[in-house]
């Protein structure tokens, strides 16, 4: 976890590096509209990846239980925003998490919880898909685990080739979820991409 006198430290130094670009970009910091921004897109940024100082455990909580449930476990429509590695700018979408119990369950909240920690951080959505379901894995052990995400990138709209209707999609699918065809199949079907 970052500690208080780090993020305040980390603060400040961005609030210089933000004065910079913005003269870099031909603006004037001292301008009325832009004396409080560099502060402003500081604090941002160290929200936007707040996730940078979570760690899985914490997140967790001991929000695992012994449970004799093993049927699909479905959490739906989790809304995700992360940034983009590459460009610094948001891809906005949700989250579609499954997995297949193995004698323990965890708390539902926990699965957006975990969403979110992987989500705030400088991102690709490849890697955010696969880091989800590797944690899931990670702290159940289940049978299997399923991960979709669909996003849309700021970076592909705003930029580059500017279409402003794409969407990517990526999955994680894991143990029996991608290993039996029917199982995977179900997962599918109740997402209803």
């Not at 590695?85 to 919880?113: C, D, Q, W």
């Amino acid at each position: 976890m970052v500690g208080r006198n780090q993020h305040e430290d980390g603060q400040k130094e961005l609030c210089g590096a933000v004065k910079t670009i913005l003269g870099c970009i031909g603006e004037n910091p001292s301008r009325d509209g832009l004396l409080d921004t560099p502060a402003r897109y500081a604090r941002a940024l160290l929200f936007f990846t707040k996730g940078n100082g979570d760690d899985l455990a914490s997140i967790v909580n001991n929000a695992v239980f012994e449970e004799d449930h093993h049927e699909l476990v479905l959490v739906r429509n989790i809304e995700i925003f992360s940034m983009c590695e590459h460009h610094l700018v948001p891809f906005t979408g949700k989250m579609h998490i499954g997995y297949i119990p193995n004698g323990r369950v965890i708390g539902l909240s926990k699965l957006a919880r975990i969403a979110e920690m992987f989500s705030r951080r400088l991102q690709l959505q490849e890697r955010l898909t696969k880091q989800v379901a590797l944690a899931i894995s990670e702290t159940l052990q289940p049978k299997g685990v399923a991960v979709i995400v669909e996003c849309r990138h700021l970076c592909m709209v705003m930029r580059g080739v500017q279409k402003t209707s794409t969407t990517t999609i990526t999955s994680s699918m894991m143990g029996s979820l991608e290993a039996d065809a029917k199982m995977g199949q179900t997962f599918l079907e109740l997402v209803k991409l």
